[in-house]
């Protein structure tokens, strides 16, 4: 059975044995033996991506591992993980654990396994993942102080230009739902005849504390752009928006009504930035609407999310396949507000756009304004959804062929956390000291 997802381009699921259809013997296995020829290998290939072509499925990929007979080999995949159970030898196939197999990839994209196992049974060992994962990018105490001394520095500059201001700060950060390399949103509160950009810029540099820094005056919401120089963290200032502060409190009330938002929040956040989509600038979604997403799954969902028992890896299968498969963004918005719903964006005049597939949530603060009004990536965003659904769906089948070899993770298959977080994470643990 081919692992697809709707409109994806991934014909071959990476790190899976893969058939046309259920009943088909001629089957492609990651790490094969080098008992076959070089020559029988490709020509195996060859008629495979033939079978490929009738059917109409000309985006093939060949996995085409190599023959060199290293059983220490790590074999890349679509996303450059390393997720077999099995290596190759002069032998054959042979379990790692057998084999004095070090410095795994698994090690490094996949943190969050360190040092734990998981349980045999795919839908479990997901939900332990999730948990796994959640808890691995919480953050430390040093990545708590280090932001707090970057919001306190600036706070200190813009006190230090209008003493009488108020400074907020509102988003992920506020909310406890960001990422090791998410920005800091902070908003400034004062009475101006015109928005304070450029003063405010001059005054950070001044201080020495941007090392690239950007004033994106003619945006929806004006905002001075930059990274600080010392913790590398992104920050946004905005001037007289109520609406982030706001925002932030309605999330937290949301949050300890719905205990498991924040794990399938994490995971899709994580999920879109490897792929580029968490940014509205570029057609995206951002944190707010991401999370309200997932809110209205949970609030929609027929089954009740609110028990202790509840499957994280059953939600999160399930908000792919909502997603990825079944929602109309073209003629369905989604409002949050009450118990959630969906409206008909016609009635409401919310697809007069670039694009027909745009992803429309209601602002529950504003039912006028749509949180993903830029959001013209929505087709790619439904897309990447699809796949992750296909990818992880096809891991749950119990019955599998004899010589099938599990990923070593289950939702490694889907996000990964990159080494240069990783690093900076360790650099945060070794140059930030608690009082």
Same mark, same amino acid.
């Given at each position: *059975?081919?692992?697809?997802?709707?409109?994806?381009?991934?014909t071959?699921? $990476?790190?899976?044995?893969?058939s046309?259809?259920?009943g088909?013997d001629?089957?492609?296995?990651?790490?094969?033996t080098?008992?076959?020829?070089?020559?029988?290998?490709?020509?195996r290939?060859?008629?495979?991506?033939e079978?490929f072509l009738?059917?109409g499925?000309e985006?093939?990929?060949?996995?085409?591992?190599?023959?060199?007979g290293?059983?220490?080999? =790590?074999?890349?995949?679509?996303?450059g993980?390393s997720n077999? /159970?099995?290596?190759?030898?002069?032998?054959?196939?042979v379990?790692?654990e057998?084999? /004095?197999?070090v410095?795994?990839?698994?090690?490094s994209?996949? #943190?969050?396994?360190?040092?734990?196992?998981?349980s #045999?049974? @795919?839908?479990? &060992?997901?939900?332990?993942?999730?948990?796994?994962?959640?808890? %691995?990018?919480?953050?430390?105490?040093?990545?708590?102080?280090?932001?707090?001394?970057?919001?306190?520095?600036?706070?200190?500059?813009?006190?230090?230009?209008w003493?009488?201001?108020?400074?907020?700060? +509102?988003?992920?950060?506020?909310?406890?739902? %960001?990422? @090791?390399?998410?920005?800091?949103? *902070?908003v400034?509160?004062?009475?101006?005849?015109?928005?304070?950009?450029?003063t405010?810029?001059?005054a950070?540099?001044?201080?020495?504390?941007?090392?690239?820094?950007?004033?994106i005056? =003619?945006?929806?919401? #004006?905002?001075? =752009?930059?990274r600080?120089k010392k913790?590398?963290?992104?920050?946004?200032?905005?001037?007289?928006? #109520?609406?982030? @502060?706001?925002?932030?409190?309605?999330i937290?009330?949301?949050?300890?009504?719905?205990v498991?938002?924040?794990?399938?929040?994490l995971i899709?956040?994580q999920?879109?930035?490897? $792929?580029?989509l968490?940014?509205?600038?570029?057609?995206?979604i951002?944190?707010?609407?991401i999370?309200?997403?997932?809110?209205?799954?949970?609030q929609?969902?027929?089954?009740r999310?609110?028990?202790?028992?509840?499957?994280l890896?059953?939600?999160?299968?399930?908000? +792919?396949?909502?997603?990825?498969l079944?929602?109309n963004?073209?003629r369905?918005?989604?409002?949050?507000?009450?118990?959630?719903?969906y409206?008909?964006?016609v009635k409401?005049?919310?697809?007069?756009?670039?694009?027909?597939? *745009?992803?429309?949530?209601?602002?529950?603060?504003n039912?006028?304004?749509?949180?993903?009004? /830029?959001? +013209?990536?929505?087709? &790619?965003?439904?897309?990447?959804f699809?796949?992750?659904?296909s !990818?992880?769906?096809?891991c *749950?089948?119990e019955r599998?062929?004899?010589?099938?070899?599990?990923?070593?993770s289950?939702?490694?298959?889907?996000?990964?956390?990159?080494?240069?977080t990783?690093?900076?994470?360790?650099? !945060?643990?070794?140059?930030?000291?608690l009082?």
């Amino acid at each position: *059975m081919t692992a697809r997802g709707k409109g994806s381009s991934d014909t071959v699921v $990476r790190g899976r044995t893969n058939s046309l259809d259920d009943g088909d013997d001629d089957v492609i296995v990651v790490g094969e033996t080098q008992s076959a020829s070089e020559s029988a290998k490709q020509q195996r290939i060859k008629d495979r991506k033939e079978s490929f072509l009738e059917e109409g499925l000309e985006d093939f990929i060949p996995l085409d591992f190599t023959g060199d007979g290293n059983p220490n080999k =790590k074999h890349k995949y679509r996303d450059g993980n390393s997720n077999s /159970n099995y290596t190759n030898n002069k032998r054959g196939r042979v379990r790692k654990e057998d084999v /004095n197999v070090v410095d795994l990839e698994i090690d490094s994209l996949c #943190p969050w396994l360190k040092g734990h196992s998981v349980s #045999p049974i @795919p839908i479990i &060992a997901l939900h332990e993942e999730i948990k796994l994962f959640t808890k %691995y990018m919480e953050p430390t105490p040093e990545e708590v102080v280090l932001r707090k001394q970057v919001v306190d520095s600036i706070t200190k500059v813009i006190h230090g230009l209008w003493p009488k201001c108020e400074v907020c700060v +509102f988003g992920s950060y506020k909310t406890d739902l %960001y990422l @090791p390399t998410s920005d800091i949103d *902070m908003v400034v509160h004062g009475n101006w005849t015109a928005l304070p950009l450029n003063t405010l810029a001059h005054a950070l540099e001044r201080a020495d504390i941007p090392d690239k820094m950007e004033v994106i005056a =003619k945006a929806r919401v #004006p905002i001075v =752009k930059f990274r600080d120089k010392k913790s590398q963290i992104h920050v946004d200032i905005s001037f007289n928006q #109520p609406s982030g @502060p706001a925002d932030a409190k309605l999330i937290l009330k949301w949050k300890r009504e719905f205990v498991h938002a924040k794990p399938l929040v994490l995971i899709i956040k994580q999920f879109l930035l490897q $792929r580029d989509l968490n940014e509205p600038f570029h057609g995206g979604i951002g944190s707010y609407a991401i999370f309200l997403l997932v809110l209205s799954f949970l609030q929609r969902r027929p089954l009740r999310v609110d028990d202790k028992k509840v499957n994280l890896g059953v939600l999160l299968i399930e908000f +792919f396949e909502l997603y990825g498969l079944n929602f109309n963004f073209s003629r369905v918005g989604i409002r949050v507000n009450g118990h959630g719903s969906y409206f008909d964006k016609v009635k409401k005049g919310w697809v007069n756009r670039r694009t027909t597939e *745009m992803m429309s949530i209601e602002n529950p603060t504003n039912s006028d304004h749509d949180v993903t009004g /830029n959001a +013209f990536a929505t087709a &790619a965003i439904r897309e990447v959804f699809a796949h992750a659904y296909s !990818v992880l769906s096809s891991c *749950m089948y119990e019955r599998r062929p004899s010589d099938y070899s599990p990923p070593d993770s289950l939702l490694g298959e889907i996000v990964n956390v990159n080494e240069e977080t990783q690093e900076y994470r360790q650099w !945060v643990k070794e140059t930030v000291f608690l009082k």
